[in-house]
């Protein structure tokens, strides 16, 4: 008993193309398409449009870390504000707290 194994029988040169990067790559593929292209060695072979590709992709690019790192430190740097901020009005509370206290521990003193 031996399985009949079906391999495909359409495999063709295709022409994938990355609009967004002006790039294009010839290999062999299933892939079905209505439209043609002609390629550099003179052959119309059909098209199939990628909204992405090696060329485009942040991961190949190296532009992923780029704009990683850059969200990181503008994020730190918003943080840091924030922080800042914060001590600034925790500090003015505690002194306002403290010039409260004294006045009050001033008032006690004059009434006695």
Do not use: C
Not at 44 to 59: G, M, N, T
């Amino acid at each position: 008993m031996s399985k009949k194994v079906s391999q495909p029988q359409e495999y063709r040169y295709v022409v994938f193309m990355d609009e967004a990067a002006n790039f294009s790559f010839l290999t062999r593929s299933m892939a079905k398409s209505k439209e043609m292209i002609k390629w550099e060695d003179g052959n119309e072979y059909p098209l199939v449009k990628v909204q992405i590709s090696s060329a485009s992709h942040p991961f190949f690019t190296g532009e992923e870390k780029i704009i990683d790192t850059e969200g990181r430190v503008d994020r730190f740097k918003a943080r840091a504000e924030r922080a800042a901020k914060l001590r600034a009005s925790l500090g003015n509370k505690v002194k306002k707290a403290e010039k409260e206290a004294v006045k009050k521990a001033e008032k006690a003193e004059a009434k006695a």
